[in-house]
C-alpha cells in the first residue's frame, strides 16, 4: 500500500466532492451546491484567509481529505492552524492514513511557523477519537454556536 498526500489539484474536484459529500454525510449534514462550488474555488485560491486542503491517496486513489486554515489568536504572536475537516473513507480506516493527514497538517502549521494545530469532533466519533486521543491532547473546552 503507498500512501501519497498532497495538496488538492484542480482536477480533483469530483473525487473531493465525494470524499466531502461522505464526510458531511456522517456528520448528518449537507450544503447547497453554491458552497461546493465556492469552498472547491477557495481550497484552491491563494487568499491567505481561505482554507487550504490536502488529499490523500492510496495507491494513485483519492481516499481522504483535510482542510485547514491558518488564523490569527488573541492569545499568541504567531497564527495557529483549525483543522477543520479530516476524513477517510470507510474501506481506508485503521490503515494509517488519518494519522498521515492530521501529521501533515502538522507539518505544514511547523513550516508556517504556527505551533498550534487544533480542531473539533463529535463525542460520538468514537474511532476517529481513538487516533486523536494518541497524537493529540483532549480540552476543557465546550462549543457554543448562535441559536
Known amino acids: 500500500m503507498t500512501i501519497l498526500i498532497r495538496p488538492l489539484l484542480?482536477?480533483?474536484e469530483a473525487d473531493w466532492r465525494r470524499l466531502w459529500t461522505d464526510y458531511l454525510t456522517f456528520y448528518e449534514a449537507s450544503v447547497a451546491e453554491p458552497v461546493y462550488?465556492?469552498?472547491?474555488?477557495?481550497?484552491?485560491g491563494d487568499d491567505p484567509q481561505d482554507f487550504s486542503a490536502l488529499i490523500a491517496e492510496v495507491d494513485g486513489r483519492p481516499l481522504g481529505l483535510a482542510h485547514y486554515l491558518f488564523h490569527r489568536h488573541c492569545w499568541r504572536i504567531e497564527n495557529v492552524?483549525?483543522?477543520q475537516d479530516l476524513f477517510v473513507a470507510p474501506q481506508a480506516r485503521g490503515t494509517g492514513l488519518g494519522r498521515?493527514?492530521?501529521?501533515?497538517v502538522y507539518a505544514r502549521a511547523d513550516a508556517a511557523g504556527c505551533p498550534s494545530v487544533y480542531w473539533l469532533t463529535q463525542e460520538f466519533n468514537s474511532q476517529?477519537?481513538?487516533l486523536y486521543d494518541r497524537i493529540a491532547k483532549v480540552t476543557p473546552f465546550i462549543r457554543y454556536t448562535r441559536a
Open 37 to 44: 462550488a465556492t469552498t472547491f474555488a477557495r481550497l484552491l
Open 128 to 130: 476517529a477519537r481513538q
Open 10 to 12: 484542480p482536477g480533483d
Open 100 to 104: 498521515a493527514l492530521i501529521e501533515a
Open 81 to 83: 492552524c483549525y483543522l
